[in-house]
């Protein structure tokens, strides 16, 4: 009896590992896939920005040599963002901002 449960207990945690782990995975919480899935249909996959739907572009001189700070700020700040990405974790956005400045190279 005392095996048997023993055994239960392993399979559970061995179920919940299964489980869990697929959902710690960091692969979709990088800043290429954050920006990409929240990011790019407004500033576009190049980060160029649209000019004519005034959306600014984020390669600019000016967006360059703004601080990872002020980039993050823009990002959980700007009235028109959606409320999806101003409640991004400050961590996610400095990933994004990680991510935006490789574009700008
Ligand atoms: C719904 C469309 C939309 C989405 C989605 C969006 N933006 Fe924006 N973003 C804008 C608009 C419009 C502005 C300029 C208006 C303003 O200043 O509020 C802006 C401004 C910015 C600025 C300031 C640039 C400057 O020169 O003033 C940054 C940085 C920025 N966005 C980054 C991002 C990042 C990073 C994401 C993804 C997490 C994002 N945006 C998602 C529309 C969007």
Request: aromatic letters at 4%; a positive charge; proline letters at 6%.
């Amino acid at each position: 009896m005392k095996t048997t449960k023993l055994v239960m207990l392993v399979m559970t945690i061995a179920v919940g590992l299964f489980i869990l782990i697929p959902n710690l995975s960091w692969a979709a919480d990088d800043g290429a896939s954050l920006y990409k899935a929240k990011c790019a249909a407004c500033h576009g996959a190049d980060a160029a920005g649209k000019p004519a739907a005034k959306i600014p572009s984020l390669v600019s001189d000016d967006a360059k040599k703004a601080s990872d700070a002020d980039l993050a700020k823009d990002i959980t700040e700007k009235p028109k963002h959606p409320a999806t990405i101003k409640s991004l974790t400050p961590d996610q956005a400095k990933m994004i901002v990680t991510y935006v400045r490789s574009l700008q190279k």
